[in-house]
């Protein structure tokens, strides 16, 4: 199983990107699949998860109704799109998936994407 990240960049407090995340070697649809950042001087946090079955999506609390997971099966892609961007969000992001049926905590990720950075900086 290998993932690329992808999407990060400089953004306006305000503004928005859409981090990608594209799946290889096997279906996206065994896995579920996890967005994590680490601030710098933080520990690695959840972001958000879509489960496995029924796409069931989550979110952590800084970011609910600013943040959107989705996927694209056929495309075995994962996006995260994320509006109204903070300072704070300023991390660099990494994408996981994992075999449990939603993967909330570093701990059930069992394969990981390169990170990709995200600044929110005016």
């Known amino acids: 199983v290998q993932l690329q990240a992808s999407g990060g960049g400089l953004a306006q407090p305000g503004g928005s990107l859409t981090l990608s995340c594209a799946l290889s070697g096997f279906a996206l649809s065994d896995f579920a699949i996890g967005w994590f950042r680490r601030a710098p001087g933080k520990e690695r946090e959840g972001v958000s998860c879509i489960s496995k079955k029924e796409d069931i999506a989550y979110y952590t609390d800084s970011v609910k109704g600013r943040f959107t997971i989705s996927r694209d099966n056929a495309k075995n892609t994962v996006y995260l799109q994320m509006n109204n961007l903070k300072p704070e969000d300023t991390a660099v992001y990494y994408c996981?998936?994992?075999?449990?049926?939603?993967?909330?905590?570093?701990?059930?990720?069992?394969?990981w994407g390169q990170g990709t950075q995200v600044t929110v900086s005016s």
């Open positions: 996981g998936a994992g075999l449990d049926p939603e993967v909330v905590h570093p701990s059930q990720i069992g394969w």
